[in-house]
Each structure stands twice: as C-alpha cells, then as structure tokens.
C-alpha cells in the first residue's frame, strides 16, 4: 500500500487497517532483519509493532545518512547563550563522536540491555550519550537537570543503571549548577549503585572526581569506534520516567522499531518537514518533546536540529527564539505556549522579531499544555504562519491531535482546539460508563485500541501499572485529560481529570507534591490544588491542617515546606504559596473535595457537592485564600 497523501484518507486507512498502513510506512526505514507481522499480540496481550525484526535507531540516525550524502550537513546545530557557545556537527562529526563513546561505553561493561541515566543539560555530550547507548541497545534514561537528587535517586533505584553519565553542571540564567554535589546526594539516598560515573567536564564549573568510579567524558571519546548492533523493535530504546498520581515516577517504555516508523512518518506527515530542513524545538532533552523532536525525529529524517541551551527571554532577551530561527533557517518551530507567554510578557508588540529574518518558517507547533487563545493569536498574528496546537504525552511520545501539515486537505488549525486526531489515532471522547459522547459534549479523552507504533508498551518493570491505563474501558487507552470535539470535528483538550498538572510545561504530581507536605510532622492533612496561573498554565497551591497542638506559625510553615518540595522535587515544582487551614472539605464518605477547592481558588463558578460533609468549611477556606491572596476566590458559589 503506498501512504496516502490527503489527511482524510490516511487517517481512514490508519484505523481501517492498521497493520497495512504501518508496514508500508516500516518499508521506507532500512531494516537489518525484516519483521515477520506488523502487528500482534504479546502473552499480556498488549499490541507489539514489528515484532521478528531488527534494526538500530543509532544506524538509522547516524550511519544511513552518512552513507546516503549527509556526511556534511549540519545534523546539530548548538546554540548556547549560557555558555556562549556555537557549534555545528555534521551527521559525519555526530556519528565519530558517537561510535567513539558506545567504544567507551562498552570499554566500561555496557552491554546489550544495560541501563544508563544521563544526567545533563541540552549539551551535544548528551545527545551523542544517547546516541551511543542505543548504539550498543543500552537503555537511556535522560532525568531532566531541573530535578532535586531525591527525584535522581528514585530513579536510579527504579532504572537500575550500570553507569550514570552526567555533566559537571549547567547554567540557569546566571547561575552555575554544579551536578556533581547532586549526584553525590543522589547516590547516597539510592540503594542502587552504578559501577560507573561518567562526567563531562564544562570549563565552567570543573568537577573533581572520584578516583575509581568516575570517568571523564572525553576519555572514553579515545576508544575505537563501534558499529551499531541490531536489535529487535521491540528492544527498548529508552526508559523516560513521567509524573503519575503517586510520588512514584512511571518510567514509559519506547521500543526501537514503532518509534523509529512512527517519528519518521509524524515528521513528514505532522510538521511537514523533509529531509535536509532544519527544526527548531525549543524545549528540554529530559522532556519527551526534547527526546523526539530535538533527538531523534529530525536525525530520523536527515534534517539538521537546533539544540539550544537557555532560556526563551533572559539570554539575553526576548528575541532569542527569532534569532535561532533565523540563523538557522528552522522551517519548524516547536515550544510549550508557557514559552510564547513569557516571550510576549516581556516583548508585548513583538519588537524583537522585527530584528530578524523570518521567512524561512512556515508554521509554529506549540504543546505541553492548551494554548489559550489569547497567546495563540498573538503568535499568529505576530509571526504570519500558522500557529499548531497538537497534543500528545510521554505516553504516546509523538502527537495524537494535530493539523497534519505534511498531508493534503488538513483541517486548518484553529485557536484553543488541538486539532484533529493524527493518522494511526483513533481519538474518543467516552462519559464515565465508557461509552462515546455526542459532538459538543465534555468528557474523558481515550484511544481506541491498538495504539499505533511509537506508543509505550509498557512502564519499566511494571506492568500491573501500565494495565491501569487499559482497565478503566476495555479496548481503549485512557489519557487522564478531559475534553470535547465539536461538532466539525475539532478536538479540545481542557486539562486533567486526575491528579496531574502541568506547570510550565512541566508535568506534576499533586499526589506527589502532597506527599512532602504530610511528611511534616506539624501537618495532619494536605491538598495541594494546581491554580490557574497566567504565564505558567497552572502552579501549585498547598492547603494543610496542623495536627492538634500544632502552634508553628503559617508563614514559618510556608517557608518549610517551599523549602522542602524545591529539594526534593526541585525548583521546577513552584509551590510558593501554603495556606493554614481548619479542615478540609470532604465528601462523607472521606474524599477530599479537590477539584472543588481548586474551583473556588480559581474564582470558577461551581455548584456545591450534594455529598459535602460540612458546606460551610468552603466559607471559611475562602476567606483565608482571599487573606493570603491565594488563587482568585472571589466569587460565590452557585
Ligand atoms: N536546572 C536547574 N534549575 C532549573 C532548571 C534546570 N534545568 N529548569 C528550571 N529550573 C529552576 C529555575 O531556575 C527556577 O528557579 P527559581 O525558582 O530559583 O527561579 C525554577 O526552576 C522554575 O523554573 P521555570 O518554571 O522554568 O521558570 P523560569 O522563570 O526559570 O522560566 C519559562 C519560565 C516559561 C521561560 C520556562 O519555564 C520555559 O521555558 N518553559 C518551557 C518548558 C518546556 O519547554 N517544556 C517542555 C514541553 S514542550
Ligand atoms: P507530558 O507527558 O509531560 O508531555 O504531559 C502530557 C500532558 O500535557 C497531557 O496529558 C496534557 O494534559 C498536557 N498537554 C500536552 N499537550 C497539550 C495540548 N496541546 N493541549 C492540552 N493539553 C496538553
């Protein structure tokens, strides 16, 4: 079957026949050993894409394109205003680099299955660290540089890494973080232990390191060069841990096979991107949005990838995003919407974009969190391409809703909406009883199954929590967002139904946050709500109730328990505000009423739970949200 190019057609023929659509798409990638189905089923029952054959995403990004005529184009272009740094590697540089470290690697007992945490900023020593594992089919497990040691060392417990690789510390604004004390803190609250620390010097903040555990970076440059091992698809690529409802990470599982066919297709078919342009994704390797679209999408396709290490305003200032694209010629944009609100707070008319040439974009994609429309305009109008919302997850690793702009006669984007299902999703909108609502109708966003290649197959060394995603509604993936599709098909996400957030394109745990805040030993009882914040998406706020006797004073407590989230999730957490309360609103049965707190933090209108225990707890509370300036609690219930 040859891929369609019109967007109604393939996503028809996605869904009609999913194994047909994926193997054609399979046949464009160069396989060491073809697989026997496209699609089957594993003991567990879970959908499995390619299985019986082999290739390796390293070979694929790297070796293909050097011996296919990219030797010398850019494959990475770094840009680093914090370290003011500028460097272009080829496809030949990146894969001499990345063959000469899988030889460290190896040198090091790295082998076929191993995992190995990498630790570091967007820094091209991390990228070729990625590379090389999947290079020799180690499993990577990038832990984003913004987490505290506690969140490192759940993480290392659960990967279980042979060797952890990280820089000796990296830059925010003009702060210097060296790693390495976080490490060492790491290290010692794990019961794992890697047999190996491999450090990448950076001249700015050197590192000392441990005789006899730790490496440096550029040592392991000297080994010779190894070729790529094939790998069955379904050999995992890499393990990226992501917040759930609980203070335990789920570490998603991406294979080797599904996702190279799948960020090869959503590269052509979603951003319309072809071999030699260049993407500028302006976001973080520790993310999924860094591992597909910084990473391996562009590398996947031939295309050269801005890796930039800062901030979008601030270094040095607004107009960095419109520099990188015009220095490079990015044809794609891609950033979270919390990006182009800074960006806008500080350059409200758009000057700065003014300064530069701007012509060789031909649309934005933004993802992470909705993009309210009020910032979708405002970038439309001010850059003159169009503006793409899509949304997707580290569960699905490439977008479920989208304007496929690579496919003919896709709907036109639209502000607030997502889009619309991309081809190889079948997007549902189900009410509690699982069963599909009509047009127009607000309810919990699922998949049909089978998910299409490059969609997690399970959570690393747990199964029993990956199924929690299929049990709710038998033959679907339930997302944990909410949303609607109107009537002309347009999906809108609205945010979660669970305990999740999204802080600055950050995904959070509330559990997890609350979790710390009852490990005080003043506090009986906590919510931790995410309230609407106008550049952030959404911060987190803590209610707590102090055990009896309690006397320490709120701001003392305040202090404390700030304190206590920014070290052990990290600063990325933003909890800045705790408010002292009586009690808690609940249901009789015991539930707290959260999402009723977070309604009346936010000044939404709400109707009160018939099942409350005690309504007029919600008087009491809102006085003291309105007293600490907490959230917008003006309004009343109706
Ligand atoms: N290492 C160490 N600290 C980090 C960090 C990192 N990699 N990333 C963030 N932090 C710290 C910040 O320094 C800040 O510390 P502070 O409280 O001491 O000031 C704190 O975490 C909060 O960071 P952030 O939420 O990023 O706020 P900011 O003011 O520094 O920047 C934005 C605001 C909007 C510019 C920034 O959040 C951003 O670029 N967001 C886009 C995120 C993104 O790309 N997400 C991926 C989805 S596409
Ligand atoms: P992450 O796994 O970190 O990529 O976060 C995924 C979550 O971010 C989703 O479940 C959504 O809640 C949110 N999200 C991502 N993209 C969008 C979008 N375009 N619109 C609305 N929410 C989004």
Redesign the pocket.
């Known amino acids: 079957m040859q891929p369609t190019s019109s967007y109604a057609a393939a996503h028809a023929a996605s869904l009609a026949d999913p194994a047909a659509f994926w193997a054609a798409e399979a046949t464009r990638l160069p396989w060491d050993t073809p697989f026997a189905e496209a699609l089957s089923q594993d003991e567990n029952g879970t959908d499995r894409w390619f299985r019986g054959g082999e290739l390796n995403t390293s070979y694929l990004c790297l070796d293909y394109h050097v011996a296919h005529g990219r030797a010398d184009q850019p494959a990475l272009y770094y840009d680093s205003p914090v370290t003011r740094t500028r460097r272009a590697y080829t496809y030949a540089e990146l894969l001499e680099l990345t063959a000469r470290f899988a030889g460290g690697l190896r040198a090091l007992g790295v082998e076929l299955g191993d995992r190995v945490i990498i630790y570091m900023?967007n820094m091209p020593e991390a990228v070729v660290a990625m590379l090389a594992c999947a290079r020799l089919g180690a499993i990577h497990s990038v832990v984003?540089?913004?987490f505290a040691p506690h969140e490192l060392a759940v993480r290392i417990d659960d990967a279980r890494p042979k060797v952890l690789i990280c820089a000796s510390g990296?830059r925010?604004?003009d702060?210097v973080?060296p790693y390495l004390p976080l490490v060492a803190e790491a290290l010692a609250k794990a019961r794992h232990q890697p047999a190996r620390v491999v450090v990448s010097q950076r001249d700015f903040v050197p590192a000392e390191l441990l005789p006899g555990r730790d490496v440096d970076f550029l040592a392991l440059l000297q080994a010779a060069p190894v070729p790529a091992v094939p790998v069955p698809a379904t050999h995992p690529l890499y393990i990226l841990y992501t917040s759930g409802t609980t203070g335990r990470p789920k570490g998603v599982v991406r294979e080797h096979g599904g996702h190279a066919v799948a960020l090869h297709y959503s590269m052509r078919a979603i951003y319309g991107l072809a071999p030699g342009e260049t993407i500028f994704t302006?976001?973080?390797i520790g993310?999924a949005?860094?591992h597909s679209y910084i990473v391996y999408g562009p590398l996947l396709l031939g295309c050269s990838s801005v890796l930039y290490e800062g901030?979008?305003?601030r270094t040095p200032d607004a107009g960095t995003f419109w520099r990188l694209v015009a220095d490079y010629r990015a044809s794609v944009l891609f950033?979270?919407p919390?990006?182009i609100?800074?960006i806008k707070k500080e350059d409200p008319e758009g000057r700065l974009a003014q300064q530069y040439d701007l012509s060789s974009l031909r649309a934005l994609y933004v993802?992470?969190e909705r993009c309210d429309p009020a910032t979708y305009t405002w970038a439309a109008d001010l850059l003159g391409v169009p503006v793409v919302d899509h949304w997707w997850q580290t569960e699905s690793g490439w977008p479920m809703l989208a304007t496929a702009r690579g496919l003919a006669g896709a709907p036109a984007p639209r502000a607030g909406s997502a889009g619309h299902p991309v081809p190889g999703y079948d997007v549902q909108v189900l009410d509690e009883a699982g069963q599909p609502v009509p047009a127009g109708t607000t309810g919990l966003v699922a998949l049909r199954l089978p998910l299409p290649p490059g969609c997690f197959s399970t959570l690393w060394q747990d199964e029993e929590r990956y199924q929690d995603y299929l049990r709710p509604y038998p033959g679907y993936y339930l997302s944990g967002d909410g949303g609607y599709r109107d009537a002309e098909g347009y999906c809108y996400i609205m945010g979660r139904v669970d305990d999740v957030i999204n802080?600055?394109?950050?995904r959070l745990s509330t559990g997890e946050i609350e979790e710390i805040l009852a490990a005080h030993p003043a506090v009986a009882e906590c919510a931790v709500l995410g309230l609407a914040d106008p550049?952030?998406g959404q911060v987190p706020a803590g209610l707590v109730v102090l055990k009896d006797g309690q006397t320490i004073g709120e701001e003392q407590l305040e202090r404390e328990l700030v304190a206590a989230v920014r070290g052990q999730i990290?600063?990325?957490a933003?909890l800045r505000q705790v408010l002292v309360v009586a009690r808690l609103p609940k249901t009789r049965s015991g539930k707290i009423l959260r999402k009723t707190l977070r309604q009346l933090a936010d000044g939404e209108d709400f109707n009160l739970p018939a099942t409350i225990d005690d309504p007029l707890i919600l008087d009491e509370i809102r006085a003291g949200l309105v007293r600490r300036g907490v959230g917008q609690a003006f309004s009343a219930p109706s």
């Open positions: 900023p984003f540089g913004g990296g925010e604004f702060r973080i302006g976001s973080d993310w949005v860094g901030k979008p305003v950033t979270a919390t990006a609100r800074a993802a992470g802080v600055a394109g950050h550049l952030k990290g600063a990325l933003c």
